[in-house]
């Protein structure tokens, strides 16, 4: 495949050398806001830069186009691209509205093209074995599950687009939380209603919350929690589910948050306390994994894990979160509009 | 002192010990709703039988009562023994309802003696140094709290007193999330407001919660989490605060919980992740350190760590959580009356 | 069983309570080397104390002793009580020399008594976990094991009788270490080399070696070393086996050491490194689990595990390693006679 | 500077990276026993490639040439290097004898030029703070060390040059287990004397030890202890050292070993036991560092960290060790001559 990446910044340098180093792919574009591209950047990836996403997406020779730019400019760039006949993997969140997200469906069944989130987690090594076991009922049906998702904000937060309200999809809760989102509602099913409280703790010079609490019931009746924070002072990923029969939980996701480990159990009331645990060391292979799902479901012509729709679900529940706060109720997610 | 325990079951066996270890206490009677002591029961302590527990609390040379009984008997005991001029140690939660709590308070107040909640969790060693540190400022103001509480189930636990609601103060929410409650209110200040969601996940044949989760803003604007579990495979107590400068987190309560340890660390955005990691190895001390800060406040004539007003506000912030969860609401905990 | 206890001290306080609570046994009788007892001592097991150790493992109605004295005192001891018919746990290390272990044992096959040595590490869960999982061919065939056994030595520890070479078996290596040279022994077979270094690095006012390594190969070709340490300021035990076809790793024993951990994996060119992890939390449970072999070795009328003939191989390795070390060489350990 | 590369394995791929992002560095060729290089193999480093090294060790335009080939090329090429004027970064194990060394050495005095080893442990963030600290005296006079280096083979190892001692150093012992020598000479200082067993315990096919075990003493009396082994199935790196004041752990090198993590303690005989734990996520970053040194020395016109006369020492120190186990004995290391 022949791909354009828009946007410059720390996505666009995850995701393109994956594309580089994959054999039946050319990365042939990159698009930046700025007129030319920082120095050194585009040599390493062996392609042309670009200024004007909307003729690099309309290109004739192109295949499928990553958007790794703000949310503000999920919808806009990624409809143009499916329409004009483009697979698109968007960066999460999918989008700011359910309107937006609507409209990217309906431009990707227009088209008949693949549209496809960029929720990396579930590609994670830790996840992906994890899902595995949950297939084949190791846990049995889920009870509770809970994520503590942090990280160590950075000097000068306030001036990034993450702290912009007309660019983001919102704060830390939407932001790393949305990942959190997407994979209880992979393990838990569909997600019924959310209670949440989000406060700015630290990083008083914006005005987006930098932690945000969530509480999730599962159309199932499972329990969810969710911590998403950009003041955790040591880098944290832990996702845990708990089951009739048995648990897992995985922490780190490689890299500043430390090797990937999943560990499973089984529900023994007379056994001492025991634990099968894996360690993925070295590098974090998601992106990797993510694009082979993309290209797989391209090729299979079918929804690829984490597609356009769980885009879509996954907004919708961080829309139904912040209302939840807004209105001091618990907010019925499945038919939520805000 | 010469002390009274009232209960036979397994608090009685963690805290009578202490009592007969103790130079200048005595343990004189033990009282069981049973006619006799079991087996044994009654040897280890080299203390009398009674089964009459008005008769005891009002001995006239008895100076304390440990009221170790299921908690719909928390509050007439507790204040017949007050009336009596005993001091109290009391079991959590403190009793049922708050009319119960306040009854409670002005028998200790009138009768001008100690009346001290169970909170045990305030004296493990862990917590006292996590609470040496936050006093001393190391952690700067509290931006975040999280508990993650949870212990295996049994076979059978639907015979249990736990189980019972005629006798139990709420269902593993309240059992065991109070002590995170009461923690929360220690290190955040006063819970502001409250949303909570319960589920029966597992022990299906009773009707209390085994599942409990809720989110709490204090009145200072910090948020905390709670997820009190009876489904948790493997047990676990995790206990986490994050401030302006620096955080800690407690895992482990010694025994069942494994090895109670403490990491403690700082806000640096430069330097590498780091922790001070202090370990208690050994066995729980907490029982130990509660009595005698129990017989501290009676000497110094003050208010114990975790006394009867402390029991009342947790009381309060559990009941007022289960009436969010009734009403689909955020609910005010600071005036909250049922 | 009657049981009488020769010694007064630490391991005393550790064994006698499992005598005391084991439904069908007595302790009848505690001899120390003081004329009275230590306030309180006696009261709390229930038995009569002496001074007189040889009246005591007479007395006509006593089955077994349990000889808990400095090592200078073992063969003596031990060797009258089985003289006179009694059955005999002693503490490790079995004595000093190899004829005082000839003469243990020859006492032992005349009078047709037990005897076994003290070497409970045998007995914590975890050790008899891996034997167990060792047995069934989990790990194939031994290629090389490891020892880190590490402790904090104490203020004054120069005027203990472990620091006094006319009543120690020796020094650190031997005193800690010979609880691993017991357990190589059990996992490797017959140990047939040894090289040692041992020094003082600390406890400089006694003249016992305070730190011991040693390398061993097992007749089997199995390489070992083992580190024992009165200077590792943080208590350590670690004992790892690793095999052809897989690998075990314990670390902790419980109290001061942190909670028991068995951890085993396989050899596996192919997936990511992963292990079985099992938690022993609570208490020692060494101890109980020993004496219950002792008495179905004594029931059973056969060798228990870590008999006399255990003990007399361990001692006779500690000599070899410590001669190896005075030599400059490598000691044959097999037919090793100082 | 100019430099070439001599060799097309792994550690070129580690190395070679590192030359190419410098920004005042150009590599310029890398010099291979193949006619043409693997496929895509020159272009990610935008360098020629040679098959003639002696030609590209004398270029004029050429700085500095890092010898990445087996142990058996490195005196010749780093002496045809030195006298030509390049400064040397030669990989580990300097050389196989003595001789070689005491001639690279020579080589590099007279042309005086850097020679470093490529002993780039000294270089993980880890081991440099560890460092630090040790200087500042946080650990007193050392008192014992442990090394714990272990790897999991690979089928078909046999076929490796590794395994063939025509070209190898020496078995597992010496491949991987100079570098805890090396650590050992760094923290403990000189090597005073020596014992060793080695083994083959897996890889029956080859003939070099895949196993292997050492005790040192210091100069100064401090004990150290090695194990370095092709068949620890799950990869670890350990190496500590114990001091009169306090310790220090290291564990994991990154990537297949797991986050590297640096663990600092004090003597203290009345506190709980506890750790400073210092973690470095991400990558291994040693390349870079040890890199930057190279430079530096150059720069400064003195001698690197882990130079030449290091790599001489522990050459002297692993062939004394193998001496050892030949010879049934301990070895003294300092004047140690084949």
Redesign the interface.
Known sequence: MKVVFIGSGLQTRRRAPVVVQSPDDELVEIVGSEEAPPKGFIEQYGCAWGSDWRAAVTRADVDAVAVCTPPHLHAEMSIAALEAGKHVLCEKPLCRTLEEAEAMLAAARKAKRVLKCGFNHRHH?AVLEARRRFEQGDFGRP??G?C?Y?I????GYENEWRADPARAAGGQFAEQGVHAIDLFRWFLGDLA?V?????I??FHKQTLDD?G?????SAD?????L?S?L?????LFSFEI?G?D??FSIEGLG?????ERLSV?????SA????????????DSSWQSEWREFKAAIAENREPLGGGADGLEAVRATLAAYNAEAT???VQIRNFKP
């Open positions: 090594p009870i509770a809970r503590r942090g160590c904000g950075r000097p209603e209670s949440c409280m989000t406060s703790g630290y932690n609490m969530a509480l999730f019931r009746g499972a329990l969810a929690s911590h924070s003041t955790h002072w040591k880098n708990m009739e048995g648990y890299a500043s948050y430390g090797t159990g089984k529900r023994d009331f001492p306390f025991q634990d099968h645990v894996i360690e993925y060391r070295g590098g001091g109720s618990v």
